[in-house]
């Protein structure tokens, strides 16, 4: 499985700015998918997770309401639109993908361990 993240950049504080993932070399359908950040000397940080069916969501408290997760099953592509950017938005942000049966289609995954496929990252950088 390959992921390629992407639409990363520098902006400023209160812009917007989309990340797209492409995902390969999977049944795109059948994957539960996340979006995580990691500044330096922390953690990975849950952003926002959809599940397979792409019928149920979860965002962390810090994006809820100004960020939305969304996906394409037919183009294997998960999307991260982000509004009202803050400079804490700042990091390098990860999308990352989880084969889950077809009983867990509505399953959303929150931990970093629960995911099995990292794409590379794509810097945001939101100045003040």
């Known amino acids: 499985v390959q992921l390629q993240a992407s639409g990363g950049g520098l902006v400023q504080a209160g812009d917007s700015l989309r990340l797209s993932c492409a995902a390969s070399?999977?049944?795109?359908?059948?994957?539960?998918t996340g979006w995580f950040r990691q500044v330096p000397g922390k953690e990975h940080e849950f952003v926002t997770g959809?599940?397979?069916?792409?019928?149920?969501?979860r965002y962390s408290d810090a994006v809820k309401g100004r960020f939305t997760i969304s996906r394409d099953n037919a183009k294997n592509m998960v999307y991260l639109q982000m509004s009202s950017l803050k400079p804490e938005d700042t990091g390098l942000y990860y999308c990352?993908?989880?084969?889950?049966?077809?009983?867990?289609?509505?399953?959303?995954?929150?931990?970093?361990?629960?995911?099995?496929?990292w794409g590379q990252g794509t810097q945001v950088t939101v100045s003040s």
């Open positions: 959809i599940s397979s069916s792409g019928d149920y969501t």
């Open positions: 990352a993908v989880k084969s889950v049966p077809h009983r867990q289609s509505n399953r959303v995954l929150i931990y970093r361990a629960e995911y099995a496929w």
């Open positions: 070399g999977t049944t795109f359908s059948g994957v539960a």
